[in-house]
């Protein structure tokens, strides 16, 4: 987008005039050497993202269509109250967050309603909403008919320039990760995540980026997951990356913000305070990614006395942020007492 900073510009600069949320190297490196040990595993890969039991386990235009809609309406799963929460049972499991949306959306295409088809989405219901997204808790799906219009508008859009399949709108990229966030952006409004920070307009595009990573992820680096660039993607500016970030040491709040936060203070979207929290977060992860293909460049170097781009390259915000987000999910309990960051929105 025109005169919008890209995320990983947005985030230095949001970073080099916070006044509220600082960097801390310490914690830097601490993520940064936590994330290394765990790649000298084999099991921090782009693979990570087929073991979840929930996403689709084929590589097909059916697949890439199903992480499209996922996308669109992967936003405000935060509840009040965590004994509250919007909850979905699926195969006699129940699942909460963006894992309840992925449950529903499993639930529906069990029982033959073509939620990931835009000819069904494109004139979906709010009765149909209601019926698909139903919670098996006593709390409803939030901001359903924001996901209702979302939904609609994408479907539209799939529907009148690309023969209703978002497969079409990542083969029109040419293998460019970069030119289908910008085709993202340009035809599908809801993903506009702008800010307006220090006087520039500020894009932090998380769920832009996320469609992007869950396509590369899904198909796994190939076919239509094929991208030259995708190490130019940063991570999904969210309220549980901070979390993990400020529990590690790597991001520093101030008491201010620290006391806003744990009053449970909703914040506006483009609130200066909720800005800096993302902002500031998209780049300490761009710091651990740098951080780790240094150690990784420096091993591989030492030991095979030359450097293997191709192992190096594998390293990106995206495994990055997927592994925080996982070890968010896994340590809740220990992280209860650092206070996410409140905002009712569509953009994350």
Same mark, same amino acid.
């Given at each position: 987008?025109?005169?919008?900073?890209?995320?990983?510009?947005?985030?230095?600069?949001?970073?080099?005039?916070?006044?509220?949320?600082?960097?801390?190297?310490?914690?830097?490196?601490?993520?940064?050497?936590?994330?290394?040990?765990?790649?000298?595993?084999?099991?921090?890969?782009?693979?990570?993202?087929?073991?979840?039991?929930?996403?689709?386990?084929?590589?097909?235009?059916?697949?890439?269509?199903?992480?499209?809609?996922?996308?669109?309406?992967?936003?405000?799963?935060?509840?009040?109250?965590?004994?509250?929460?919007?909850?979905?049972?699926?195969?006699?499991?129940?699942?909460?967050?963006?894992?309840?949306?992925?449950?529903?959306?499993?639930?529906?295409?069990?029982?033959?309603?073509?939620?990931?088809?835009?000819?069904?989405?494109?004139?979906?219901?709010?009765?149909?909403?209601?019926?698909?997204?139903?919670? $098996?808790?006593?709390? +409803?799906?939030?901001? *359903?008919?924001?996901?209702?219009?979302?939904? /609609? &508008?994408?479907? #539209? =859009?799939?529907?009148?320039?690309?023969?209703?399949?978002?497969?079409?709108?990542?083969?029109?990229?040419?293998?460019?990760?970069?030119?289908?966030?910008?085709?993202?952006?340009?035809?599908?409004?809801?993903?506009?995540?702008?800010?307006?920070?220090?006087?520039?307009?500020?894009?932090?595009?998380?769920?832009?980026?996320?469609?992007?990573?869950?396509?590369?992820?899904?198909?796994?680096?190939?076919?239509?997951?094929?991208?030259?660039?995708?190490?130019?993607?940063?991570?999904?500016?969210?309220?549980?990356?901070?979390?993990?970030?400020?529990?590690?040491?790597?991001?520093?709040?101030?008491?201010?913000?620290? $006391?806003?936060?744990? +009053?449970?203070?909703? *914040?506006?979207?483009?609130?200066?305070?909720? /800005? &800096?929290?993302? #902002? =500031?977060?998209?780049?300490?992860?761009?710091?651990?990614?740098?951080?780790?293909?240094?150690?990784?460049?420096?091993?591989?170097?030492?030991?095979?006395?030359?450097?293997?781009?191709?192992?190096?390259?594998?390293?990106?915000?995206?495994?990055?942020?997927?592994?925080?987000?996982?070890?968010?999910?896994?340590?809740?309990?220990?992280?209860?007492?650092?206070?996410?960051?409140?905002?009712?929105?569509?953009?994350?």
């Amino acid at each position: 987008m025109d005169g919008v900073l890209n995320p990983r510009d947005a985030g230095r600069f949001i970073s080099e005039n916070s006044k509220d949320v600082s960097i801390e190297d310490a914690g830097v490196q601490k993520v940064a050497n936590m994330i290394y040990e765990k790649s000298k595993t084999g099991e921090f890969n782009m693979k990570m993202w087929r073991n979840h039991e929930l996403n689709p386990q084929t590589m097909d235009e059916d697949a890439v269509n199903w992480v499209f809609v996922s996308a669109v309406l992967n936003f405000s799963f935060w509840s009040e109250k965590e004994s509250d929460r919007y909850a979905v049972k699926y195969k006699d499991k129940i699942h909460t967050g963006y894992w309840s949306l992925c449950a529903a959306m499993n639930r529906a295409l069990d029982e033959a309603l073509k939620i990931t088809t835009a000819s069904f989405y494109s004139t979906i219901t709010m009765d149909q909403m209601k019926h698909i997204f139903r919670s $098996d808790s006593d709390t +409803k799906m939030p901001m *359903l008919e924001e996901r209702q219009m979302a939904l /609609v &508008e994408a479907g #539209g =859009v799939l529907m009148k320039k690309y023969e209703g399949s978002f497969a079409n709108v990542v083969k029109q990229s040419d293998k460019s990760a970069q030119s289908l966030l910008r085709l993202i952006l340009e035809d599908f409004p809801s993903f506009r995540d702008v800010a307006e920070f220090g006087g520039k307009r500020v894009g932090l595009y998380k769920r832009a980026q996320i469609l992007v990573g869950d396509v590369w992820g899904c198909c796994e680096g190939q076919g239509l997951g094929e991208f030259t660039d995708i190490n130019t993607i940063t991570m999904f500016a969210d309220y549980r990356i901070p979390q993990a970030l400020v529990y590690f040491g790597a991001l520093k709040y101030s008491e201010n913000l620290m $006391d806003t936060l744990k +009053k449970c203070q909703v *914040l506006k979207s483009g609130d200066r305070l909720e /800005v &800096e929290i993302r #902002g =500031v977060s998209l780049w300490a992860c761009e710091l651990i990614r740098d951080s780790i293909a240094a150690k990784l460049s420096a091993e591989t170097s030492k030991e095979n006395g030359h450097q293997d781009k191709a192992e190096v390259a594998q390293v990106n915000a995206i495994l990055v942020d997927h592994y925080l987000w996982d070890l968010r999910r896994e340590m809740a309990d220990e992280m209860s007492h650092i206070p996410f960051h409140r905002c009712r929105g569509i953009y994350y």
